[in-house]
């Protein structure tokens, strides 16, 4: 038997079509064998969807539906080119913004080019390496898909010189990438690890402090405000809310207050709240200062009039004709407070052009070049008056003022 099976063997071996296959075999295995044998040359493929060789993630939320990703990974190089793979299927990756970076200072490693193969969500690095190695890298991308939102809640005291404040972050994710333990950058200051899944939401409390000491006051702007109220068409009364203080004697300043609907409450004095308002909290940074709005109020009327003006330094043409002066003028300011409680108000004025201050009656501070902010105290159903006079350097007129002018509204 084992005869006939030896000769039925040697009879194949014969057949024609039998050498072409095992001619076939021979030349593969051959050919596989001396890609094998190469020396200095490695493949090495990682895929985005499932990270085998993550580490540790990094995410700086951007909050308009972009975040820059960065994945650390450990590529087990050796001597020689070796072609690193990068796709990502079905995750949205923008290919122009992808960048490899090597951690260790050293140079045994070169990254040679990076490819973009044709209708491919991928792209291919050359490394070269002079040794064997276990290199950790850095992959930056920027992925789209990955969203926040910041939302505030505050409760004031019955009597509103405290605020309990807490920060809400949602993030949503629908970039088609799986987060199972990353660490998300909300600020510079303000950090922390969790999971996110591919179209998940995710509510996370990352702010609560107690006992804020905030002022109420009422907020004054000579460009928004009537200089009559009594005789304006419509009067919307002055704005009103809390005056925030990002500093560390304010019980705050240790991060950025990054931007965000916010919710204001009052405690009622019988154990309930009662909703205050709502306002957009602005990007505050770290020693910086805002209002939140809670609404407004007829109760405090402020009447701004200019009760003098006068020419000085007068300089004229040849022809006799004004073309150059200064000018001295007074504003009054009228403030009433018909409130049964005293009021802080902020009253904000504005002089354009070269100016200097005569006369200022009342302390301010100075924003900027043209901005005055005064902080004034009013006693319960108290009328006070103050008179601002000030000097406006080199106006300009006629034909003259077209071609010199130094500043807008001059």
Known sequence: MAADNCSRFMRLQK?????????????????????????????ARTQLATLPLQEQVFIRLAGRNTA????????????????????????????????????AKTDDIT??????????????????????????????????????????????????????????????????????????????????NTRL???????????????LPVDKVYEWDERTMPHDPENAPQSPGIPTGYKIRNTRDAELGTADLVSGKIRIFQENGRDSTIFSGEDVMPFVPKGGTTFLTIGSSRDILVFKRRIHREQTRVRRNDKGVVQVFDEIITD????????????????????????????????????????????????AEEKKTFDLTYKVVNRFTGNFARYNRIAPGN
């Open 15 to 43: 057949a024609p079509g039998m050498k072409v296959v095992m001619a076939a075999w021979f030349f593969l295995l051959t050919g596989l064998c001396c890609i094998l044998a190469v020396p200095g040359t490695a493949f």
């Open 197 to 211: 899944q591919h179209r998940e939401t995710r509510h996370i409390l990352f702010f609560e402090q107690d006992d």
């Open 68 to 103: 820059l990703v960065q994945e650390k990974r450990v590529l087990a190089l050796v001597a020689g080119i070796n072609t690193i793979d990068f796709s990502w299927q079905n995750v949205h990756i923008d290919p122009d913004a992808v960048y490899l970076d090597t951690l």
């Open 111 to 192: 990254v040679l080019s990076v490819a973009r193969p044709p209708d491919a969500s991928a792209l291919v690095w050359e490394i070269y390496s002079k040794r064997d190695t276990d290199q950790p890298v850095v992959i930056s991308y920027l992925l789209a898909g990955l969203d926040n939102l910041v939302t505030y809640t505050a409760l004031a005291d019955a009597k509103e010189n405290f605020l309990d404040l807490d920060a809400r972050l949602i993030l949503r994710n629908f970039s088609g990438q799986d987060f199972d333990n990353a660490r998300f950058w909300l600020t510079p200051d303000t950090s922390f």
């Open 332 to 379: 009054r300011f009228i403030l009433e407070n018909t409130k049964a409680v005293p009021v802080m108000l902020s009253l904000t004025d504005r002089i354009s052009g070269q100016w200097a201050p005569v006369d200022m009656g009342h302390p301010y501070t100075l924003t900027d070049h043209e901005t005055l902010v005064f902080d004034i105290h009013l006693k």
